[in-house]
């Protein structure tokens, strides 16, 4: 059973055989110099050629199948920062477009991380979690899974702000700013890193904080892969609740929508004063239904009763796992299949119940439509709703490029698209049809006077532009620290995937 796009313990729907969707034509003869290259700097141990059988290991570590369709030239798997240093500076050296790319837990829904026919950093071997009992920093590596990393933490007693799926990775999370079940308390995730260790395009190791490189420190919270990769994340700390956090799923019949979104949206309404209480709402249709509802729901203090969730109590559940336990163990517990085309669109909009209605109006007609054109399953697609409220953003407000300090000017959610989907036909046509969707619904939230400009990064689908989102000043700082960390462009026309800033008009 697919519960609420997650997968509970280890039950998965039938996976198709994505091998047999392969492009052979991805192999452009061009990408294997750069693999070359890589050799001849001393670093053939490392490099994994389509022959060698830990090239299917590193494609099959990709989390989405639209990603693992994109076939690089080569693997590269840095052992140390100094493999990632020759390696960009031999890179450095060839000359090439679209032709090199960084990947760190592989759990981007598209091709961010990952190039047909170059060269793609795998740094699946950067998984160290080092606890400094004296500084009360973690120093993570980009390639680390949150859930290893936060019961690793939980040893002292601590914890950090990670994400809420113990499979999903540190690298781009992070980089892209970082939702935890925190954020009330502590703002966004990418706010409690002191420092990043970065190798530049060309090769220099350096180190960025609050008094070394303070503008690559503050580019890199929010900025994603456009000026180095980052090779270790120093994190602050805190105490972890005693006794664990309290909270879980609930999941209704789909005819309790309209109590469940005013639960929801008084949740926000009321989360300043309840900075411990945390919930994201789905709606969820897996073909052919029915549809659901789910609300995980989340005390960071551990508190059974808190007065957000009370109104839950009298609803009836179809299933119901509420306990307490440490973060770690929740995020290990609740995972999402990997394996699927994925289809992903966001938007950020007022905390408001008609929007949320109209959101989930437009969800009920596109899910009967697609019913017609893909009956009877092989594909899902759930709506994600999760708070941002106002006050999250002077929480460590303009230590990042987010520009939310700015730009969150009421209470807001955070919107997702998510398709769950098994043919390349499906991807297409969702990609399509839920761009129409989120352009309609965008258009009622401005009309409505309910727009929140900001994007979410790691949410965004290919086709937005979630960088002008943060502002122009935001954006004038990325193109700067840009033009004196990677003067020849190495991120921009090399690394070309993911969202770039010379893409990005002003600034
Ligand atoms: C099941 C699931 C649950 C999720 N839950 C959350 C959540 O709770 N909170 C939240 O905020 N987000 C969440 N996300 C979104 C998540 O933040 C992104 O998918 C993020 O990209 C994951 O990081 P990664 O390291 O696995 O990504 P990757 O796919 O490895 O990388 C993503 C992007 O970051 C760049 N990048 C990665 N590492 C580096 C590096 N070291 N240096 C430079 N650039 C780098 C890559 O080039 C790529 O463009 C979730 C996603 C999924 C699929
Ligand atoms: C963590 O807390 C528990 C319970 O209070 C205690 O028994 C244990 O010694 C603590 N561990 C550390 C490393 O401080
Ligand atoms: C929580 O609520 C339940 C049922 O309403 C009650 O029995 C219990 O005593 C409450 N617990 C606390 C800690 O308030
Ligand atoms: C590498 O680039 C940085 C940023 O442009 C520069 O400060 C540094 O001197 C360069 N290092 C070398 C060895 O050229």
């Not at 047999?20 to 990408?31: D, I, V």
């Not at 299917?56 to 076939?71: I, P």
């Not at 990418?190 to 190791?205: H, K, Y």
């Not at 309209?258 to 969820?284: C, G, Q």
Request: proline content about 4%; glycine content about 10%; aromatic content about 10%.
């Amino acid at each position: 059973m697919i519960f609420a796009g997650y997968i509970v313990k280890r039950v998965a729907l039938p996976l198709l055989a994505w091998g047999s969707l392969c492009k052979t034509e991805a192999l452009a003869s061009a990408g294997f110099e750069n693999c070359e290259a890589l050799v001849d700097a001393g670093l053939a141990e490392i490099v994994f050629l389509p022959t060698n059988p830990a090239y299917d290991e590193s494609l099959t570590y990709y989390w989405s199948a639209t990603t693992r369709d994109v076939k690089p030239s080569c693997f590269l798997q840095p052992r140390s920062t100094e493999d990632v240093a020759q390696a960009l500076r031999a890179l450095s050296k060839t000359s090439g477009v679209d032709d090199v790319a960084i990947r760190s837990g592989g759990h981007s829904p598209w091709a961010s991380n990952n190039i047909a026919g170059g060269v793609t950093f795998d740094l699946s071997l950067f998984n160290q979690v080092v606890y400094s009992g004296d500084t009360h920093v973690a120093s993570i590596g980009p390639g680390a899974k949150w859930g290893p990393v936060m019961l690793e933490i939980e040893k002292y007693n601590r914890t950090v702000t990670g994400g809420r799926v113990g499979d999903v990775g540190v690298g781009g999370l992070l980089l892209g700013g970082g939702l935890s079940f925190y954020t009330g308390k502590r703002g966004l995730a990418c706010n409690d890193v002191v420092n990043f260790e970065v190798v530049l395009a060309n090769g220099s190791v350096i180190d960025a904080n609050a008094k070394e490189n303070p503008g690559l420190f503050k580019a890199l919270k929010g900025g994603s892969n456009n000026f180095g990769i980052v090779t270790r994340f120093d994190m602050l700390t805190f105490e972890a609740t005693p006794g664990g956090i309290y909270g879980g799923p609930n999941s209704f019949a789909y005819d309790h929508k309209e109590s469940l979104l005013n639960t929801f949206v008084r949740m926000i309404d009321i989360n300043e004063k309840n900075i411990a209480d945390t919930a994201f709402l789905l709606l969820v249709f897996n073909s052919p239904g029915p549809a659901s509802i789910t609300i995980m729901e989340i005390n960071t203090d551990g508190l059974e009763n808190s007065t957000s969730f009370a109104p839950l109590r009298d609803v009836p559940v179809t299933f119901r796992d509420l306990k307490r336990q440490t973060y770690g163990e929740l995020i290990t517990e609740y995972q999402q299949a990997a394996g699927f085309r994925k289809v992903w669109f966001t938007l950020c909009f007022k905390n408001d119940v008609d929007i949320m209605n109209k959101a989930a109006s437009l969800w009920e007609e596109l899910t009967a439509k697609a019913e017609i054109v893909f009956p009877g399953g092989g594909w899902g697609l759930q709506m994600v709703f999760q708070p941002l409220a106002k006050f999250y953003s002077q929480v460590g407000g303009g230590q990042n490029v987010l520009g939310l300090d700015e730009s969150l000017n009421h209470d807001s959610v955070i919107w997702l698209a998510d398709a769950t989907l098994t043919t390349s036909e499906q991807e297409a046509y969702f990609q399509d049809v839920m761009g129409d969707l989120t352009e309609r619904l965008e258009a009622y939230t401005v009309e409505k006077g309910g727009n929140t400009q900001w994007r979410y990064l790691n949410y965004a689908n290919p086709s937005q532009d979630p960088l002008r989102t943060y502002g122009e000043d935001n954006v004038r700082l990325m193109k700067e620290v840009a033009a004196q960390y990677d003067p020849d462009g190495f991120f921009q026309e090399r690394v070309s995937s993911g969202f770039k800033l010379s893409k990005v008009d002003g600034g």
